[in-house]
Antibody, heavy 124, light 107 residues
Framework: EGQLVESGGGLVQPGGSLRLSCAASGFTFSNYEMNWVRQAPGKGLEWIAYIDTSGITTYHADSVKGRFAISRDNAKNSLYLQMNSLRAEDAAVYYC?????????????????WGQGTLVTVSS | DIQMTQSPSSLSASVGERVTISCRAR??????LNWYQQKPGRAPELLVY???SLESGVPSRFSGSESGTDFTLTISSLQPEDCATYYCQQSYSLPYTFGQGTKLEIK
């Protein structure tokens, strides 16, 4: 079935850095593309980053491009989000999400497993 | 970026009632439309993918349909446990944009 567990959230000052981790278990992590999605307090879902199975191809939302970086370590079954130059508007619950990748052999993408989320607070 | 417009933003319905939530894509997304349910304090959960495919384990009262760039999530007979916020998402091209969400309350 699969499980994802995020960690690394916390309180950070504006301009600071934080590294989020997402530990995968119960499935072959290296076979799946992965994503980060965030949700500001009382707001909707915002997709922010994607990484392919090899870790070579990444894509970031404009709102975080140049400040955040998604990466993975398939040997450790782990996904990461390095967050630099944090702003007040980055405060949110951050979720890692598994991307299905295919539907009966045809390329399709949907997030079929989610972690429980980790809270990032940006405040002085 | 592909903009997704979801409506209504909130609705209230009675147990047993039929409920529909709409989502419109600004361009063709080749049926790559997903629906998620999120209950307070919980992570989102996948309900429907590729416009009309029901995720394993999801009750059959949930269904998805499409007409061009208009997509609909239908709950055929509303149950108390369906109280949640529902989001559509296009996964045709990156960035995978979400709709604004529909908060569903039980009367």
């Amino acid at each position: 079935e699969g499980q994802l567990v995020e960690s690394g959230g916390g309180l950070v000052q504006p301009g600071g850095s934080l590294r989020l981790s997402c530990a995968a278990s119960g499935f072959t992590f290296s076979n799946y593309e992965m994503n980060w999605v965030r949700q500001a307090p009382g707001k909707g879902l915002e997709w922010i980053a994607y990484i392919d199975t090899s870790g070579i191809t990444t894509y970031h939302a404009d709102s975080v491009k140049g400040r955040f970086a998604i990466s993975r370590d398939n040997a450790k079954n782990s996904l990461y989000l390095q967050m630099n130059s944090l702003r007040a508007e980055d405060a949110a619950v951050y979720y890692c999400a598994r991307d299905s990748g295919t539907c009966s052999g045809i390329e399709c993408h949907h997030f079929d497993r989610w972690g429980q989320g980790t809270l990032v607070t940006v405040s002085s | 970026d592909i903009q997704m417009t979801q409506s209504p933003s909130s609705l209230s319905a009675s147990v047993g009632e039929r409920v529909t939530i709409s989502c419109r894509a600004r361009q063709n997304i080749n049926s790559q439309l997903n629906w998620y349910q999120q209950k307070p304090g919980r992570a989102p959960e996948l309900l429907v993918y590729s416009s009309s495919s029901l995720e394993s384990g999801v009750p059959s009262r949930f269904s998805g349909s499409e007409s061009g760039t208009d997509f609909t999530l239908t709950i055929s007979s509303l149950q108390p446990e369906d109280c949640a916020t529902y989001y559509c998402q296009q996964s045709y091209s990156l960035p995978y944009t979400f709709g604004q969400g529909t908060k569903l309350e039980i009367k």
